[in-house]
């Protein structure tokens, strides 16, 4: 569709001149946008079956006519051990991989990383357990019978003070973060 201008006006964004700003066919794409993603839009559906292919995979592959051409085995829903290249039997395979994974620095790394957050998991679970602080003070302390009108007679006594304190953290869901609180 396009809209009749004035022959006395210029053209704006020709083919020939991409440069030059075409706000009709920029607001014509965003309105066919619109459109395939709007409130009617839906996904497509999902291939039936257990996969992304259309049907049942075959069985075997086909065999071939030269030296390590025999036809495989297609299994699905088998579970791959950890050490997969086990699974070949072959020691100098095994040796590769076991020298490459030993000087991983990154394995290294990250297996330093995961025993950093787990020492990190066990010091906030420190939080969750009661705090219990005591304290024990004694004070010797002489009084004048002077202070009370009785002139040329003291007293002298002993304060002992014991004191203990228990405090546990209570968790909420209000709380920032929902964080300890004490």
Not at 22 to 43: E, I
Not at 51 to 65: Q, S, V
């Amino acid at each position: 569709m396009s809209i009749p201008r004035p022959s006395s006006a210029p053209p704006v964004g020709r083919a020939d001149e991409p440069w030059l700003p075409n706000p009709g066919r920029h607001a014509r794409r965003g309105v066919r946008l619109r459109l395939r993603s709007g409130p009617g839009f839906r996904f497509p559906q999902r291939p039936r079956g257990g996969g992304l292919h259309a049907g049942e995979l075959a069985a075997e592959t086909a065999a071939a006519d030269i030296h390590g051409g025999e036809a495989q085995r297609l299994v699905q829903d088998l579970d791959i051990p950890g050490q997969w290249w086990t699974l070949f039997h072959s020691p100098a395979l095994t040796a590769l991989i076991e020298e490459a994974l030993k000087a991983n620095p990154s394995l290294e790394a990250a297996t330093a990383a995961l025993r950093e957050a787990q020492e990190n998991v066990y010091a906030e679970q420190g939080a969750l357990f009661p705090t219990v602080s005591g304290s024990l003070s004694t004070e010797r302390e002489k009084i004048s019978g002077a202070t009370f009108g009785f002139p040329g007679t003291s007293s002298i006594f002993s304060v002992h003070t014991a004191q203990l304190s228990v405090s546990y953290p209570w968790t909420s869901s209000a709380a920032p973060g929902g964080r300890s609180r004490r």
